[in-house]
């Protein structure tokens, strides 16, 4: 029997289609003075991201991106262009760490790296995905380096014979 | 000689005004639906947290806000009322996860502890703090846990003797 039609889903990979060791590479975001201060005001309304002349006698030594700004950039590199999951990109949480500040005018990209695969015993219709993903600026510094734990769907649709070697 | 007058600062901790155990907490936010959807087209553009329909029938069963906009609300809350420490919130990082998820009309509150208190070595003026937030829904529901790194400044301003008890 055929699949059904994907236009969505198209080339998005399941938990069988991954690797540990296997890199994927996002696309650029361009972060300016404004998104920082915008994003701040929204959401982290402190100097260091909402001023530039306050930011200089802070320890940031002038205007840097609220982390979770960071945060937020990856989120939607990794949604868009970074990491095409079948389900979506779905956290159950993870370990989170800004290196260096995100500076007005950074081209930010994402570079994640699947670290670890677990299916789930309880759901089989599902498994755990440990992934390293690093946000790196123009220079190749890493601002961010972000360790989730995502939820990735199996390919239950297949039958059981399907998932086997074609030949034995 | 007397300090300097303190408007902005004033009543804000210092390192050494903490404790191990001492919590804080936070005022409230009420997020909606038009919050979620904003956030997400912006930074996490997934159907569970774009549209009430589509979201119904994923894992979400229902509109959810991203895992970082919770992040971003919990950072306000922690910003203005949630954690009165001298420096602002800075954070090197640290271990969050999404217990529940957060709903439109959820009144969202941040309940802090200080778990560690780890004055520099290197860097005399300063130290660094773990502390443990919690994001919760007025059903008392964990939809967040953030365990963050912060930094936080020394009163280096005293001398060393009036560090010491005043009477001995």
Redesign the interface.
């Given at each position: 029997m055929p699949e059904p039609p994907e236009t969505e889903g198209q080339n998005r990979l399941y938990l069988e289609d991954l690797a540990v060791g296997r890199r994927f590479s996002s696309a650029t975001h361009v972060i300016d003075a404004a998104q920082i201060k915008a994003?701040a005001a929204?959401?982290?309304?402190?100097?260091?991201h909402l001023d530039d002349e306050t930011a200089k006698g802070?320890?940031f030594a002038g205007l840097a991106a609220?982390?979770?700004h960071t945060?937020?950039?990856t989120?939607?590199l990794l949604?868009?262009s970074g990491l095409p999951l079948v389900?979506?990109?779905?956290?159950?949480?993870?370990?989170?760490?800004?290196p260096k500040p995100t500076r007005p005018g950074d081209v930010l990209r994402v570079v994640s790296e699947i670290e670890e695969i677990v299916p789930s015993r309880s759901r089989p219709e599902r498994g755990m995905v440990r992934v390293r993903s690093e946000t790196r600026n123009q220079r190749d510094e890493v601002v961010q380096?972000l360790i989730a734990k995502l939820?990735v769907p199996r390919r239950t649709a297949a039958p059981a014979a399907a998932r086997e070697p074609a030949t034995k």
């Open positions: 994003f929204q959401f982290d309304p402190q100097p260091f802070t320890l609220s982390g979770w945060a937020a950039i989120m939607r949604v868009e389900g979506g990109i779905i956290g159950a949480g993870g370990e989170i760490s800004w380096v939820v």
